[in-house]
């Protein structure tokens, strides 16, 4: 079982960054792939990154590939989204996963409300 939390959500100008966290419980974090996801209102969820368990692969969404980051601490079990240049389109509630493998969604945090004003 793995519990997840994030964190680092708010409300921010267009051009501007956040950085969110995702906190897991468990001793096999590091075992696990770990994504972020998105949830506009009205929108299916839909795919943002995802990491390897080694952090040694990355993946991103056309949308957000070379503005956002993913990036991960086993030792603090926990994954990070740099957002940088940040538009008024990336509005959503963001949420991490943890999956068996890259992009699975075996477990899922509460999500956090990112607002991007314009």
């Known amino acids: 079982q793995v519990q997840l939390v994030e964190s680092g959500g708010g409300l921010v100008q267009a051009g501007g960054s956040l950085r969110l966290s995702c906190a897991a419980s468990g001793r096999t974090f590091s075992s696990y792939a770990m994504g972020w996801f998105r949830q506009a209102p009205g929108k299916e969820r839909e795919f943002v990154a995802a990491i390897s368990w080694s952090g040694s692969s990355t993946y991103y969404a056309d949308s957000v590939k070379g503005r956002f980051t993913i990036s991960r601490d086993n030792a603090k079990n926990t994954v990070y989204l740099q957002m940088n240049s940040l538009k008024p389109e990336d509005t959503a509630v963001y949420y991490c996963?943890?999956?068996?493998?890259?992009?699975?969604?075996?477990?899922w945090g509460q999500g956090t409300q990112v607002t991007v004003s314009s």
């Open positions: 996963a943890a999956g068996r493998v890259v992009a699975g969604t075996d477990y």
